[in-house]
């Protein structure tokens, strides 16, 4: 039952759906009985005031949160309790607000352990170099070079990414989820602190990447103009809960929604 | 050149075969350090360990042999001849690997997200254990090692210096000992072909990549497991070719595991976190506390290699807490 979109994209079947998910962190709760899904091939946000758990939810899915209550559903099947090792070899993969990168590493080597996932042969062969894991480096080597003309980064494939300026951080660290191959791609606030000439080249980056390798996209921002241009469908949350569901135009004229950012005069 | 010089330079070569030494036991540190952050004080005992149970395959002996014949009254000592050397070492490197495996399974595991102080006395308590144990299995008597590494002074080498004296200076040559020639060569092949490893390899990319940020290591896929028990082996093996090189130079003894003691000089001067660091900071603790011996020594009474290694690490955190390569850590007020 695939949809399409206005601009010709397909949208699939849910793809990821979490299932009345409480989060509590001693007596704090994080999150309370949230849901939603996600469809293959779409771009979802999941927006929010700060500290309305945007953040956590997105820990949740990846596996570094464990929700007291509520499951998680990942491509038709419920997952255990996972670490998050084991979400990224399901084909979840993940940025950080505030970037994990390997910092002393090259571009190139923050890319090529991206692929980690996708690497398969064992630890004698590497030792000995030669037959099976020199061919699969230099296969993996092949797509990691794509996604570096893909997001024009030659100039710094042996720069260690320490010393790249922020901006270009994360798009090494866009760079290293994308070579994963992953299903599910998670951005947790892909576009902060960057200048509004970034921002502009994260959007289109994102826009790209779902448009020409088909990947379901789910991404958090807090700046609700960005996400109304880019998604297809949008989760509100505010103080753990969810305030709404639906297509950015649905969002933007929901009540509640208009309250929680704006504020409604007394 | 005068006999002067080359007795100076006789010294700067035995300090750089001795620096050699000290570099390969501080690689064991750095290796557990810069993948858990965990200072391995057991390091020592390893090296020890892992001599132990190496001697013990080459000559046959029946581990637990005193327990056993304590229990069931018997008088178990070999089950044989003993093994060929090389087999001895590649089962040495099998029991290595299973020792990295149970200290993940057992102690490692349990103490994830804890203080670096608390890790650090845990590996206290393993290295005292692994003591214990070692003697238990092996028995606590001095063993002698020979793994049919050459030993004694080079001739070649002593005739060949003898030349370069000036004439009729009567310059008997330099005393170098080919044991540790070929401990150094062996230990630089091991740096060599850890650092083609690490650089080249998929696993070694995991091993830097966990190094590097535990968090980010997690997201791409990499179990930090997987990558502790592959890291302790390493260490493991790196503890066995240290305990084998200083086995074989001394006997395999209790002393052997205080040589984790020089290491520390070694690591701090070069930095907890860089290998390249270990490996110049031992050179540069084997050449300083030589020279220092033979052009001051004598002034203090000597025995100044005890000590010397050790104040010039105290001058080095004064002025280079970071070590030479270590990661400068700059934060913001």
């Known amino acids: 039952m695939a949809e399409l979109t206005q601009d010709g994209r397909k949208i699939g079947d849910i793809l990821l759906e979490v299932k009345n998910i409480t989060l509590a962190f001693g007596g704090v709760k994080a999150l309370t009985n949230i849901s939603f899904d996600i469809k293959e091939g779409e771009i979802r946000a999941i927006i929010g005031p700060n500290g309305a758990g945007k953040s956590s939810m997105l820990n949740v899915i990846s596996g570094f949160y464990h929700p007291q209550q509520g499951e998680v559903w990942f491509r038709g099947q419920k997952r255990g309790p996972m670490r998050p090792y084991e979400v990224a070899r399901q084909g979840i993969a993940r940025t950080f607000q505030n970037i994990a990168l390997f910092k002393g590493m090259s571009t190139l080597d923050n890319l090529m352990t991206g692929r980690i996932t996708q690497m398969h042969t064992n630890i004698l062969w590497q030792a000995l170099w030669k037959g099976p894991a020199e061919r699969e480096e230099i296969a993996h080597r092949e797509k990691v070079e794509r996604i570096i003309d893909f997001l024009g980064i030659q100039a710094i494939r042996k720069t260690p990414v320490g010393r790249l300026p922020y901006g270009l951080q994360k798009r090494v660290e866009l760079g290293r989820a994308l070579a994963a191959e992953a299903k599910l791609l998670l951005l947790d606030e892909p576009m902060a602190g960057m200048n509004l000439e970034e921002k502009e080249d994260m959007c289109r980056f994102i826009l790209d990447v779902n448009e020409e390798f088909g990947t379901t996209i789910a991404l958090i921002e807090h700046d609700m103009g960005v996400v109304m241009d880019l998604s297809d469908r949008v989760v509100v949350l505010d103080y753990g809960k969810k305030l709404a569901d639906g297509t950015p135009n649905e969002v933007r004229n929901d009540p509640a929604v208009i309250e929680a950012y704006l504020g409604v005069g007394h | ?333």
């Open chain 2, 1 to 333: 050149m005068s006999p002067e010089l080359l007795n100076v330079l006789e010294v700067i070569i035995n300090g750089l075969l001795a620096g050699v030494m000290y570099s390969l036991v501080a690689l064991g540190f750095v290796l557990i350090y810069k993948a858990s952050g965990i200072f391995n004080y057991a390091q020592g005992v390893m090296a020890l360990f892992a001599a132990l149970t190496l001697v013990g395959f080459q000559t046959g002996q029946i581990p637990f042999a005193h327990v056993i014949n304590t229990i069931f009254g018997t008088h178990l000592e070999t089950w044989g001849p003993g093994l060929p050397t090389f087999f001895a070492i590649l089962l040495t490197m099998g029991v290595m690997v299973l020792f990295a495996y149970l200290v993940e399974r057992i102690v490692l595991r349990h103490m994830v997200n804890q203080a670096p102080i608390i890790l650090f006395m845990t590996t206290i308590g393993l290295a005292y254990f692994m003591e214990g144990f070692g003697d238990l299995m092996w028995g606590a008597d001095i063993k002698t090692m020979d793994v049919g590494l050459p030993s004694g002074a080079s001739t070649w080498f002593e005739t060949m210096t003898a030349g370069w004296a000036t004439e009729g200076s009567n310059y008997p040559g330099m005393y170098v000992d080919m044991l540790d020639v070929a401990a150094a060569g062996i230990a630089i092949l091991l740096v060599v072909v850890l650092t083609l490893f690490s650089q080249y390899t998929k696993t070694g990319r995991a091993l830097r990549a966990v190094a590097d940020d535990h968090q980010a290591a997690l997201t791409v896929g990499i179990s930090l497991r997987t990558i502790w028990v592959i890291v302790w082996s390493i260490a493991g093996f790196v503890a066995l070719v240290a305990g084998i090189m200083w086995g074989a130079k001394s006997g395999v003894q209790f002393s052997l595991s205080l040589i984790a003691l020089k290491a520390l000089p070694v690591l701090i001067l070069g930095g907890f976190t860089s290998i390249p660091g270990a490996i110049v900071g031992g050179l540069i603790i084997g050449v300083g506390e030589k020279l220092f011996e033979y052009s001051i020594g004598g002034m203090l009474g000597g025995a100044t290699e005890n000590w010397f290694a050790y104040v010039l690490a105290l001058f080095f955190l004064m002025f280079r807490p970071q070590g030479l390569f270590g990661e400068r850590i700059i934060e913001r007020v």
